[in-house]
């Protein structure tokens, strides 16, 4: 089992910036890939950005290319999301996740298996 816990979420006005974290307890940290995924109202829930195990690959979502940085720290067992130039379109539900998939950071909501609780983030025009 991986216990994950998100913080960091809050109001932000467009063109602000915010670091999201996600605390992971349990089995050994570096052994799963991490993803954040997020879901906007009325919406399904969709990929934002993944990091290997090691953390010498990370994918994005297009529409977050440029703005979004996923990083890791597995000596404290972390993960970052730093988010910067916000639009409102970014409102959502973040969600922390943690994939023992022997893909190199999957993008598939399915491909994890432990999901934290969720933090929310909203973005004003």
């Known amino acids: 089992q991986v216990q994950l816990v998100e913080s960091g979420g809050g109001l932000v006005q467009a063109g602000g910036s915010l670091r999201l974290s996600c605390a992971a307890s349990?089995?050994?940290?570096?052994?799963?890939?991490m993803g954040w995924f997020r879901q906007a109202p009325g919406k399904e829930r969709e990929f934002a950005a993944a990091i290997s195990r090691g953390g010498g690959t990370t994918r994005y979502v297009d529409s977050v290319k440029g703005r979004f940085t996923i990083s890791r720290d597995n000596a404290e067992n972390m993960v970052y999301l730093q988010m910067n130039s916000l639009k409102p379109e970014d409102t959502a539900v973040y969600y922390c996740?943690?994939?023992?998939?022997?893909?190199?950071?999957?993008?598939?909501?399915?491909?994890?298996?432990?999901w934290g609780q969720g933090t929310q983030v909203t973005v004003s025009s």
């Open positions: 996740a943690a994939s023992s998939s022997s893909l190199i950071a999957p993008m598939r909501g399915d491909e994890y298996s432990y």
């Open positions: 349990g089995r050994t940290f570096r052994d799963y890939g």
